[in-house]
């Protein structure tokens, strides 16, 4: 079964940390790009940050500097590490991955205080 897991979102101050991750099962993960969205109220989802196979990162311009997409392959799991986080990162943020098929988790919800 394919199954992407999402963890480590929660309620946080502005200025403040958060590290998401994505557990991966049921797919070959390695081969897989991994990318992190999300949604925010009466928004279109938006991609944030994405790695593919060989480690190679994008991020959207408004996250550049502040948030770190990293993967490990011997855990199949994504990470985003997000700092100095502002009330317009509050969001759902979800997992993808992506190799002739998209796959996406349930996402998990950030909330930034101002």
């Known amino acids: 079964q394919v199954q992407l897991v999402e963890s480590g979102g929660g309620l946080v101050q502005a200025g403040g940390s958060l590290r998401l991750s994505c557990a991966a099962s049921g797919i070959y993960f390695s081969i897989y790009a991994m990318g992190w969205y999300r949604q925010a109220p009466g928004k279109q989802r938006e991609l944030v940050a994405s790695i593919s196979s060989s480690g190679s990162a994008n991020y959207t311009d408004s996250v550049k500097g502040r948030f770190t997409i990293s993967r490990d392959n011997a855990k199949n799991t994504v990470y985003l590490q997000m700092n100095s986080l502002k009330p317009e990162d509050t969001a759902v943020y979800y997992c993808?991955?992506?190799?002739?098929?998209?796959?996406w988790g349930r996402g998990t919800q950030v909330t930034v205080s101002s």
């Open positions: 993808n991955a992506q190799y002739m098929r998209s796959v």
